[in-house]
């Protein structure tokens, strides 16, 4: 599936679920830039490609089969993996790029952009705050570049992640952070469940909205009270609605919004917009 275009080879495919993948990707003879953690990289492939796992057409059907799709997604592999990057991604069942990047296999090449970009990282939290995680579906990737590359010289700050998913197969990194939570005194995880009546076998975990787990004080337990603006930052990544809400629930207990021009606690990653 050559193209001209085409620059990086996929090395591993892992199928979390029919709808789920994990795909490392290896540059074809290029040396992968230096990144923080949390940033994105955009791949692409064209148009030509079939599309896997969905019967319904896409909303924006390429013009040009030929020419590439290209779309951003959260590096997942630690940055000091240096010999491929690992993104996870989800099947959205209208979309031009997911179906067709969920088809691809190892040895199948694609485009990969030769510059990570993006504000989400650790970077403009203070060493003394502790951080949190909060995501829904695919918009854990980020957060486990971050633990991934942390826990190499230990953790410095506390760290949980709030993961909110429809079913239990759809928490891709659930053993690694478990084991994590297990073995760590600095690190909690927290999944939680949308769609617990419809498992195969009983789920004892926490059930609702990730929102629901932070309002009803899942974490304060773990870390003998509850996350305050002085002593916390909050990351939210994933589904806007998600992202809405929390902001707001935060902001209702003074947080305030991250930017470039007025430092605050909230920082937000929004992978697509609610039409
Ligand atoms: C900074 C950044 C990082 C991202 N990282 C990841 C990642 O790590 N993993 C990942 O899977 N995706 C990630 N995304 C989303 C990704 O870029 C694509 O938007 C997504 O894969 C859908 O692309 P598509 O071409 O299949 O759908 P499109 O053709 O772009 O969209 C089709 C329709 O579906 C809607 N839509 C798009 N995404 C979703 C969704 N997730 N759920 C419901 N509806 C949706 C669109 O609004 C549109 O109406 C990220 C986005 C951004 C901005």
Redesign the pocket.
Known sequence: MATKQSNATVSQRIEVGPELIKLRVVPDGWELPDFTPGQ?ATLGVPGTLPRIGTDLP???PPKDPEKL?A????I?SSSRAKEYVE????L?H??????RLLGLKPGDRLWMSEKFK?M?TLQEVPEECNAVLIAT???V??YMSMIRTEIASGLKRRFAVFHGAYHSTDLGYHSELQTLDAVSPQFTYLPTLSHPHEELTPWNGHTGFVQKLWTDGALDEAWGGHPTPEDTHVFLCG?PLMIEEMTEILEGEGFVKHSKKEPGQIHA???????
């Open positions: 994105f896409e909303d924006r799709i779309r951003a997604y959260s997942a993104f996870y991604i989800g959205v209208t979309g031009a790029l997911s179906p993006g989400f579906g695919t918009g990737a980020p589904h990653e929004q992978y697509f917009v609610k039409l």
